[in-house]
Each structure stands twice: as structure tokens, then as C-alpha cells.
């Protein structure tokens, strides 16, 4: 065998090494719930390196299935995606959450449904370890409450976004924002008693983002096809959300001082960003957005709510 052939088969050899090296030393993350597509989706991202969209630094190892038995876009779809995350990633399932902690170094909660999320946590919270709480953190302010208090006694970090956080409304941020409109779809679910969380949470963090937090009350009108709910933030800046059922494009406009405004009718998204803000939260243990804001978010919404059942009066948030 000549010496260049040689020399060549070690240098494919040695970057193969190195390659294993740095996979190695990748965090290995386990989800929870196999019920929507961001658990494919996310996995694809971190583990296919071939990927042009690829986020190093973590790889999907192990997964529970979970499931909603009442949710048909949860019953529907927990076995394929399970199936997709096992046969395609080489992920192992395992038959319980506290399975998945010997295994792991940070856990990915990505259940459709809402409702488990404070269970799941608190079972999630015996790992020890950072958690990633995909939308909606929980499905009633009461359990978002109660899944940070945990987080709290048990010294857990946790992070939460919808990655809409991470699209172009980014780019629309302003000092001298003095009001916005941002749209979206607004379906709902009728076993989330706190509705916007199913799906309006959306819009709801695209406007936490150009604003931040410091909204004091919020109105809301609602009927069959669409919901127009307005905040007013302590700064006296006004924020509506405009949802649309079944569903619509995600847009924003944002009106400015001096009579100026900069629109973005159709707002464009990817998970890969927020992937990106996962990894680095599950190196660092510090979320990108603070707990604190995603909790006023919720009293958001539970102010929304109060508001329609009370005819659209405006009302304050929940301290």
C-alpha cells in the first residue's frame, strides 16, 4: 500500500476519532412526551450532524412516551413519533420518567398537552437537573405557580419559550416602541381551562418580546372566530393580540414615535434558534428568558380570561 494511501486513511481515521471525541462530550438530554412534532424535530436538529440546520452541543439519548388518552393530537400521534425517535436517532424509551434520569443531563418536557406538565416536572425535578418546558409551561397560571415553587426547592433550573420568541420579531424591537399589534392563530382546546395556553401563547410571547414584562391589566373580546385582547404595560405603552381560529399567519406591526411604524405582515419562524437557546441553557443553567417573565405571561393570560368572562372589562394582574 503506497504512503500517500496511507497517510491519507489516518487522517480519515484521526477526524473520525476526533469527531467521536466531540460527540462524546456532547450533553445528552431526554425528553418527555412523544406527542408533538418539536420532539422529532428538536432530536433531528441535535443528533443528525449532517444536517445543514445542525446545533452541536447536545443530542436526544432516551425518551418517555407520555401521551393524552383525551387529546386526539396527543393519542394520535405519541406511538409514531416514539417510533421515529427510536428507529431513525437510535433513542432508547424507557417505561418511566425517573428511567431517564441515570441516562441524562438535562431533560426536554415537550408534551402537547399542557395539563401534566406539573406532574411530569415534579417528577422530572427528582433528576436534579436543568428542564426545558416546551410550550405552555402548564395549562392554568396555578400550575405554572406551582411548577416554579418546586423548581425553587428543589434547585432545578427551568427555561420556557415558544420559539416565535426567536423569529423576526426579534428584529422589531424598540426603545421607541409606544404601542404593537401582533396576530396569530388562536385554535383551541377545550380540556385547557386557561385556553390561550393551547395555542394563543404564541402571540402572547411574540408581544413579551418587543414589550418585555410590566403589563398591569389586560381586557379581552372573544367570539366563535377570532380573539382581540389588549394589555396596557405600566409604562403606558398598549399591546393588542389579534388570534384567529382556526388558524393564520403570525404577523406584527409596531408603532413608533413620530408618527412611524415598522410592519411585519408575515412573520417567518424556525425551531433551530431556540434550539440553539436550549443547548446553551442546558450548559449554562441560565435561561434566556427569566422565569419571572414567563410566569407574568401566564398572569397574562389568566387576566384574559377573567376579562372575557367579565364582558371585556379590563382587568389587573395577578400578583
Known sequence: MGVH?????KIIYLSLLALAFVR?????????????SHAAAFTKTLNETANPDHVAGARVVAAYKGGSADIEESASRVDKYAAELKDKWGVKLVEKIADLCPLVDGLLLESVDGRPHLAQFREAAQCGKPVFVDKPLASTLE?????????KQTHVPWFSSSSLRYSDIESMKSADAIGAMVWGPGPL??????????????????LYTLFGPGCVEVSRMKSADEDVITGRWKDGKLGTIHLQRPYGKFGAVVFLKGNKLNAQPDIQFSYVPLVRAIVDFMQTKKPSVPNEVTLEMFAFMDAAQRSEADGGKAVALSQ
Open 24 to 36: 462524546a462530550q456532547d450533553l445528552r438530554l431526554g425528553i418527555i412526551g412523544t406527542d408533538t
Open 5 to 9: 494511501k496511507l497517510l491519507g486513511m
Open 189 to 206: 382546546e377545550p380540556h385547557h381551562k386557561l385556553d390561550l395556553t393551547w395555542y394563543g401563547i404564541h402571540a402572547v410571547e411574540m
Open 143 to 151: 400550575d405554572a405557580v406551582a411548577i416554579d415553587q418546586l423548581a
